[in-house]
């Protein structure tokens, strides 16, 4: 019986050592399955989410797209630049074009911008459009290899008339070479007409101007975009613009442009301004007068001189000594404008208003 009862011990003992020995083996094995479990293989990488991605790889990646971006020029070194309305894809497309050409669009929009406050900009058909807000687009320019093409929808209603033709009616062009001289005042003259003109609407017939009806609670316009008259007026200045229009065209020497301009400063002293046309007989076409609660000034041409006649200029402060005719009368004071003399354009607009806030105070009285 001890022998049974000692081998039994001996049996007994064996297996639990064995147990042991296996308990121990196991133990690495369970700790190295959690080590691999929490460092993928390269394979199970490759499948996890993308936010699980090590950020330098990432980054080299988003660098790579970032390059990738970068505006394509197109034929003749125009940027494609995506369909967008406001500064950004302007400045982008200006950013993008190649060489000088690109300091050429700087000094074109900042121009613009400077002549035209709250202009409206957008990026259409990779070139950047300007326009007025109910108005449409009075402007773009476009970048070709040796230039950069500057269009006016209205160009032929300028003056003076830009000089590249378009095969569209209206339509205008200046092209900008390397090394042209930019003409800022004249582009500014050029601008500023054109943004006071109804606009090319997208969609319309560009050979016509945009007839819409603004929806905004603004005044009417008529054929230049200037304002009709007040109402209660019985007079109506389609008639009387064309009149002027006309006599400007005829002029066509720098008295036609010292006419247009003056016409512009007074449009743009008194928005609300009616243009007529008066005294018309056998021996005269007529002469163009500007009105508000009366008469503010006429416009005359003769050979060497544009003379602008105040109609109460006498009694208008004028601390700027602008008249310089007429000064023996009574009432009446004139400026006469020869050839190549500057325009003191401020006091010139200060004049109107003080003009016309004479004719509403005697209207009162």
Sequence with gaps: MAGKTSKKSAQVAKKAAAKRVAAKAAKPRKAAARSSASKPTKAAAKELPARHAAPKATAAKSKGRAVAAKPTLLAGGNPQIAKADGNAPVQAYIAAMPGWKSDVGRRLDALIVRTVPGVRKAVKWNSPFYGVEGQGWFLDFHTFTNYVKVAFFRGTSLRPVPPGESKHEEVRYLDIHEDDELDEAQLATWIRQAAALPGWVLGSDLRRPSTKIQATGQPAVDSRGRRAPRRGSSRTPDPASRMIDQRVRELGDWRGSVLERMRELIHEADPEVVEEWKWKKESSPGTPVWSHDGGIC????????????????????????????????????????????????????????????????????
């Design 298 to 365: 006429t416009g005359e041409s003769y050979e060497r001189v544009v003379k602008l006649t105040f109609f109460h200029g006498a009694s208008l402060e004028d601390p700027a000594h602008l008249f310089n005719s007429s000064l023996e009368g009574k009432t009446r004071r004139a400026i006469d404008i020869h050839e190549d003399a500057a325009i003191e354009e401020a006091a010139f607009k200060e004049l109107i208003r003080a003009a016309v806030a004479f004719n509403v105070a005697k209207r009162k009285k």
